[in-house]
């Protein structure tokens, strides 16, 4: 779920901000709260995926590795996650090194270091 806030009180935050999932398997992100999508940023594919504000989002996901996506309007303020596929962390580099914006540049680690 896309979250203007979540039980413990984090603001913009996505409801699950690691998931592992199998290949083939698909996510559907659903917007809570208005204003919020999925954006990916980095993947193992080099997918191109960007929804519109406050609309479901889904993805199946074919190709194994570690896929990172932020909340186009809130990436700022660590609206992130990651989806790790079939459970390769073969890319982690890549995501690591990825583009991130404010909070979510300590969250990107943060998120990283738990996987490892």
Same mark, same amino acid.
């Given at each position: 779920?896309?979250?203007n806030? &979540? $039980?413990n009180?984090?603001?913009? +935050? %996505?409801?699950?901000?690691? #998931?592992k +999932?199998? #290949?083939?398997?698909t996510?559907? =992100? ?7 999508? #999925? ?8 997918? @191109? %995926? @960007?929804s ?5 989002a889904? +993805?199946? %996901?074919?190709?194994?590795? !570690?896929?990172?996506? =932020?909340?186009?309007?809130? *990436? ?8 790790? !596929?079939?459970?390769?962390?073969s890319?982690? &580099? &890549?995501?690591?090194? $990825? @583009? $991130?914006?404010?909070?979510?540049? *300590? *969250?990107?680690? $943060? ?6």
């Open positions: 779920e896309m979250l806030k &979540d $039980a009180g984090n603001k913009m +935050i %996505f409801s699950q901000e690691v #998931v +999932i199998e #290949v083939g398997d996510i559907t =992100w659903l917007p809570s709260s208005k204003g919020h999508n #999925v954006e990916m940023i980095s993947s193992p594919n080099k997918m @191109k %995926f @960007k519109k504000n406050g609309k479901e889904k +993805i199946t %996901f074919d190709t194994p590795g !570690v896929y990172y996506y =932020w909340c186009t309007p809130h *990436k700022s303020m660590g609206m992130i996650g990651l989806v790790v !596929v079939g459970n390769d962390l890319n982690l &580099d &890549d995501i690591a090194s $990825a @583009k $991130a914006i404010g909070k979510s540049k *300590k *969250k990107l680690k $943060a998120l990283l270091a738990s996987l490892k």
